[in-house]
């Protein structure tokens, strides 16, 4: 059995640095070269992703966001897929000097919701069409323990709105131990999300002042242990802003070349929060390495040609422009409609004096769904994967020879139908009909005979059907 690993030697900064420090702006043909074997779709290696970081040239980051954008149409076709998270407490024990929940912030209004109002929180969510929800908390449990953890997972199962439900809970909280992965297992989450912050170690150090979340090896040292306790999925991801973005990118390619080692699997998703305003934190509005805009959207075309088959998230931390760009060059799941402070679904705009962070996208599911439609992508609320047990090798097996196609695509369209026809408005529906006619139109024989089917069954009333 392979155990958990105790400290991050996995993350060597000495490598890291001789790749930048080395590392000159590269030719034209050498970046040609390294885009040609992106698109064969085996990904590319750390000394590969340090070179295309230095790609300034405005010919060729055109070629390599292209690159980007034909590999993500082959491996996801015009696939998004939505989620929301569910913040259910902003109690927490650490300071963290980012983030607006920090225990000493006394200007934050502190709230941990019952169980009725998470039930709550869900149903307005199932209402808004979603099927799939991320928790998120700090990092301080109320008296019941770990418990309130699991009975929260459990709430958000067990509520239901007319055929509406949330299908899949993923979780965004502190790094645990192998037993308490094993709990959250049997509460059956789906990806167990946690970003390390910075891969700097003396960055980490001076921005965590107090309480667990200090330690850099016991943070950057959990995914091994939820993969110990059986979690397939995990989701990895860092906060830009903090120390410089080449250092952090490429951290995280050591990351998932442990993963992949250990285990035989990388990480199921990477996220890409940049920090944003938080009540309380000077660090937060002028981060010490903000990333720009132009910076950002080259990172994330340069990871869909490293890890070409893992999903990459894009919340609404960001405005719709960028947001609308990233989805171009690699994004391939995103939140929409979201609130970050506990009970924000409920209280409607969302308290600025309970939120974790200021929101870019404050549009509703209704507004981004429109909108992504009318760019020509397919909304999907599926979750077939994880239900089928298809996650973490298997997720990889069925995902490498690109047969996802046949899965994903007339899943995400049964699912989008299902969303049509129970949430939608006249206007999305109308758009969103003619989108699924159009995609229908483009798929092959073997598409079409598994699609058609399910959607004729989504038009007859029954739900939650997938192949
Ligand atoms: N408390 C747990 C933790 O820190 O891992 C889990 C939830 S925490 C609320 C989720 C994530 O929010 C953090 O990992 C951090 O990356 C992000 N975050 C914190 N402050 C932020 C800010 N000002 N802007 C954007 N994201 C922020
Ligand atoms: Fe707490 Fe997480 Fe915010 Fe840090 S990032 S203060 S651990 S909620």
């Known amino acids: 059995m ?25 030719s034209r043909m050498r970046v040609r070269e390294l885009l040609a074997k992106a698109k064969e779709m085996h990904g590319l290696s750390m000394e590969e992703v340090a ?28 696939r998004l897929v939505f989620f929301a998270p569910l913040y259910i407490s902003n109690r927490c024990a650490n ?21 009725e109002e998470i039930a709550e929180e869900t149903r307005i969510l199932i209402r808004q069409g979603h099927k799939r929800v991320l928790v998120v908390a700090g990092e301080a449990l109320p008296p019941r323990g770990f418990e ?6 459990a709430t958000i199962y067990a509520t239901h709105v007319g055929p509406g439900e949330i299908r899949r809970v993923n979780v965004n909280l502190a790094p645990q131990n192998v037993d308490r992965f094993k709990l ?7 990806t167990f999300q946690l970003f390390q912050e910075t891969y700097h170690r003396p960055t980490y150090a001076s921005v965590h002042l107090k309480g667990k979340k200090r330690d850099y090896d016991w943070r950057a040292t959990a995914f091994d242990r939820a993969m110990e306790a059986g979690i397939d999925d995990v989701g990895m991801g860092l906060l830009f802003g903090l120390y410089d973005w080449r250092f952090e990118v490429l951290s995280m390619m050591q990351h998932i070349r442990h993963l992949e080692e250990t285990f035989g699997v990388g990480p199921h998703t990477l996220s890409f929060p940049r920090i944003e305003p938080a ?15 132009a910076d950002f959207i080259k990172m994330i075309a340069i990871m869909r040609l490293a890890v070409p088959y893992t999903g990459m998230i894009m919340s609404t ?95 995400a369209l049964s699912t989008f139908l299902e969303y049509l026809c129970d949430y939608a408005g006249p206007v999305a529906k109308t758009a969103g009909e003619k989108l699924i006619s159009i995609e229908l139109q483009h798929m092959d024989g073997q598409q079409t005979a598994s699609t058609l089917p399910m959607l004729n069954q989504v038009r007859r009333g029954e739900r939650d059907v997938f192949v």
């Open 317 to 411: 931390r960001e405005g719709a422009d960028v947001r609308r760009q990233t989805f171009a060059v690699g994004i391939s799941q995103i939140s929409a409609g979201s609130r970050t402070d506990p009970g924000g679904y409920k209280d409607g705009e969302g308290d600025p004096n309970g939120s974790q962070f200021q929101l870019g996208d404050h549009r509703t599911v209704e507004e981004v769904v429109a909108d992504v439609v009318s760019l020509g992508y397919t909304p999907s609320f599926c979750t077939a994967c994880y239900r089928l047990g298809r996650t973490g090798q298997d997720f990889m097996d069925l995902a490498k020879p690109g047969e996802i196609k046949y899965h994903c695509q007339p899943n």
């Open 148 to 153: 309130y953890i699991t009975d929260s997972i």
């Open 279 to 293: 009540v309380g934190s000077t660090l937060a509005d002028a981060p010490p390495h903000a990333v720009s805009d």
């Open 184 to 190: 959250l297992k049997q509460a059956g989450i789906g």
């Open 95 to 115: 300071e963290c000097t980012y983030c607006a929940f920090r225990a000493t912030n006394s200007g934050l209004k502190r709230r941990t919701l019952t169980q």
């Open 2 to 26: 392979i155990t958990a690993a105790e400290r991050a030697d996995f993350i060597e900064p000495g490598e890291i640095e001789a790749l930048l420090k080395g590392g000159s702006r590269p």
């Open 51 to 78: 070179c295309l970081t230095l790609v300034e040239d405005p010919e060729l980051l055109a070629e390599l966001f292209l690159t980007a954008k034909s590999i993500k149409e082959e491996i996801y076709g015009s």
